[in-house]
């Protein structure tokens, strides 16, 4: 029986390193083939050539379980990409490139972006709370109606989750797993 996909997304990183005395450009493309909410199969090509890899779907990554991630080490860089489950930009996660422990968007360092997306998530998390409670309360105690306020509460332990899932992040990155080179320099792609 053959897979049927039903969405093909194609992710692109383009990125100038240093090796040795020169600069070498690299593209990565990560190319997701989507069977439903519940697969996904990679195909990951660096400069054009496919790499074998053995990264697995896994919507929880990098805060729980295995898979979801795949790292190598090309020309003295090492390259790690992974799924961000803590994305804002996009409803279904996306994933993000890691170069020699740098996110390759941002700038940050590996601990320090995941840290600051578990703040980002615990407001969004607080902000739900808030709202749930205001919800409960506005239908309780002015509108009347307890069945509408059952609402709240479910609105309030969403809010609940989010904000468990940004504190996992914080915990778990709390500190550096990635120590800066010095030999390791970027270059703006023109």
Known sequence: MQDIYCCKKIN??????TVGHEYRQYTIQLVREMAGCFYEKYSLYVNGQ???HSMEYNPCSPLCFSGGQYSWEQDGHLFLLIYNTL??????GKHRLFIDGIDVNTNREFSSFWRRRGFQVMVLGSVIILLGALWMLIF???VGSADAAVFGV??????????????????????????????VQYRTNV
């Open 154 to 183: 479910a609105i309030i332990v969403t809010g609940l989750i989010e904000c468990i899932f940004g504190l996992a992040a914080i915990i778990k990155y709390r500190n550096p797993m990635f120590h800066q080179s010095s030999n």
């Open 140 to 142: 309780r105690f002015v």
């Open 12 to 17: 692109t990183w383009v990125q100038t390193l």
């Open 50 to 52: 496919e790499l074998q």
């Open 87 to 92: 994305s804002f930009t996009s409803g279904a």
